[in-house]
């Protein structure tokens, strides 16, 4: 079982103790591309960038070599929602591990002359996605289906990063780094008391409280990116519910029977029967209000058309409802994957601390095998004759002049 | 402790017992692109492919469900040294796992009708790759860097592709498909004899021992692929010590240095410092009987030159040796990734697979984490003075009429 409080300064922490030997965390900092000041975007990239450049009495290169000689394995990174800051370590440097990271949070220097290569990396960032013809097109799709800030890519936009200063970037830093909205989840061999006591630098953290927009949907509508790619790929997107839905488990459950192993639908029907694609695949891709899930397929130019509506014609064929087998094979194969996640705390820490953002509280495991136990054939029908996965909005990238 | 036993018919078993509520296991068949014949490229992907159409009394939907319905999660597909058929499932469904995956080896259909789906697949993963360049760039690399055939690409080629019939894909999979030269390596909650009963079924598979070529390196040169692709890929290979030398901790080690954390030489001076680069890194990327140590950078078409240069110096520099605290920083660095990859038991199997084809037997963590400790920085460096990282394979791909 989990533990969590709200801290006086409004910092999210979790903890769930194991029995095992390394403590790993997921802390999310409010800042994401949804909240960035518009004329600002990529705002968040630079500044998680900045941060690493140094902190209180610690430069980029002290900083990096302090937490490197506590062996400290770590990624950080902007997203949408959020920045994300993952680390896993022994517990025996869990306190110095903590007082670093109030450094980075609270204290960071974002020095003026580190400020160049921060943003060239960023650049270099944006660069690297046009030679990923998938990346590319799921970018574009998202833009397309929000109207709302949820279509912006964390990685920001050209012009924006190339006109972004220092003093922008800092008083950004400032508004958007606050521990209201913040969450901070453990897992691993500690108690509680000692968690408490680890994260006492970060108390001194303060702000205001995070602002997230509203998500909004588009109509949904068609594109194309012409481009001079070998394949073709094809994306669509379909707005779904989220897990603060009670239908939830009836939708991930659809979506396993559609796309969860090698007997799923998509699989089926459009890789092993017909050898249109390498990879074909349907996946939840929503955001705090507003589920949404998307499927992807990548093919040569020839069979593009007939991929595409093989691919449209399993989704709408879900409102005919699916199979007790089905349900069966997807129940086995969700409660399978839940109990191999579990097994690592760096995945648990994930999960609590997504649960969190999304719900404002931790599903334990247990309830989740409950629900999905609980989710009968009736249930999952019934969601997909009043849910049916029809008219998405599709987004084709390549040389794609003769799909329509 | 691990334990492990050459069956009657050659195939290697080893289990680790853990008290986890789960069991992984990944089997190495001794079929990959290295010992494809001649004028049939690809073929190791089109068995793999087509092996999934049906065995026994199943076909290609009976068997995809049968695995589905048990929970299991599971991957497979061909590489350069062999076929890896890798799964995740609860134990009380270990012995009709088994009896599946038997199936599968050793009673395939292969049936007449599904092969052209097979191999239309297996095209559109060789033209998925035209669409990734550092994937192109370093398929292209390894090709440059061996003689031997350990230079081919698992996903085939075309013209092999296109050409291969039914009869000598079977064929082909009735030579290569042996236990003589198989590891089967399995972690999970469950004892010794229960598995050994559960792979009974295994115990019918015949064949002859497996053939593996020697590796052969050309000599070191450099070459360019013009694309007109957005970044430039930068791609080098030295030739280095495998696990099998006794130095080979010490290349660990130097290898961390150069490019374990964000203190790493490569990426402070590549990234952190000048900003040329979004990723870049080093990694082992050898074969059975021959270290390789192979470098990656992306970049724009202006910073080419001097990214290349950056990284050629930095490689070149670890023969003057690292220091006392660079070391003790490595050391931390691998010993906790090693506690935390030893989490995860579908990872612990996927060592001990490794392992056994590697070396013959099972490392245990103790033994890896000794040796560590064992190797001074006085070894490390006179591994560095006596093995410089120079002289390398250089690839490019990109704009690059100006990088030379």
Redesign the interface.
């Known amino acids: 079982m989990s533990r969590v409080e709200r801290l006086p300064n409004g910092l999210v922490l979790a903890l769930e103790e194991r029995d095992?030997?390394?403590v790993a965390f997921q802390l999310l900092v409010p800042a994401g591309a949804v909240n960035e000041p518009e004329g600002l975007l990529g705002a968040s990239t630079l500044i998680e960038g900045w941060l690493?450049k140094g902190a209180g009495e610690l430069d980029?290169?002290g900083l990096?070599?302090a937490?490197?000689?506590?062996?400290?394995?770590?990624q950080s990174g902007a997203g949408l929602e959020y920045t994300l800051f993952a680390a896993?370590?022994?517990p025996e440097v869990l306190e110095e591990v903590f007082r670093l990271y109030a450094l980075l949070l609270l204290n960071p220097r974002l020095p003026e002359e580190g400020f160049?290569?921060?943003?060239?990396?960023?650049l270099?960032?944006l660069?690297?996605q046009?030679?990923?013809?998938a990346r590319k097109l799921f970018s574009e799709l998202r833009k397309r289906v929000f109207l709302s800030p949820h279509g912006r890519d964390p990685l920001g936009e050209e012009e924006s990063l190339k006109r972004a200063t220092p003093e922008a970037v800092r008083e950004d830093y400032r508004r958007r780094y606050t521990p209201k909205g913040a969450i901070l989840a453990v897992a691993g061999g500690i108690s509680w008391e000692r968690l408490l006591g680890a994260v006492e630098p970060l108390l001194a953290w303060e702000g205001e409280e995070a602002f997230y927009p509203t998500p909004l949907l588009s109509e949904p509508h068609s594109f194309t990116l012409k481009r001079?790619?070998?394949?073709v790929q094809i994306g669509l997107a379909y707005s779904d519910v989220g897990p603060e839905d009670p239908r939830f488990y009836a939708a991930r459950l659809a979506l396993e029977v559609l796309s969860?192993?090698?007997?799923?639908r998509l699989?089926?029907e459009v890789?092993?029967?017909?050898?249109?694609?390498?990879?074909v695949s349907a996946f939840p891709a929503g955001v705090k209000g507003q589920g949404l899930l998307m499927a992807y397929g990548?093919?040569?130019k020839e069979r593009a058309r007939e991929t595409l509506r093989v691919m449209l014609a399993e989704m709408e064929r879900l409102a005919e409802g699916v199979t007790e087998?089905e349900l069966?094979?997807a129940k086995?194969?969700l409660?399978?994957?839940l109990?191999?996640a579990d097994?690592?705390?760096?995945s648990r820490a994930g999960s609590m601390a997504r649960d969190l953002y999304m719900l404002g509280r931790i599903r334990p495991l247990s309830e989740i095998e409950g629900a999905i136990e609980a989710t009968d054939l009736r249930a999952v029908n019934a969601f997909l004759r009043a849910h049916p996965y029809r008219n998405p909005w599709v987004g084709l990238l390549g040389e794609v002049d003769d799909v329509s």
């Not at 937490?67 to 770590?74: A, I, K, P, T």
């Not at 001079?228 to 394949?231: C, D, N, S, V």
């Not at 097994?343 to 760096?346: L, P």
């Open positions: 095992y030997p390394g690493w980029a290169r990096a070599q937490l490197d000689s506590l062996g400290v394995r770590r896993a370590f022994l160049e290569a921060v943003r060239s990396v960023a270099q960032a660069l690297s046009e030679d990923q013809p001079p790619t070998a394949q969860g192993g090698m007997s799923s699989f089926t890789r092993e029967k017909r050898g249109l694609v390498y990879a990548g093919t040569t087998e069966s094979r086995v194969g409660k399978t994957a109990v191999m097994e690592s705390i760096r």
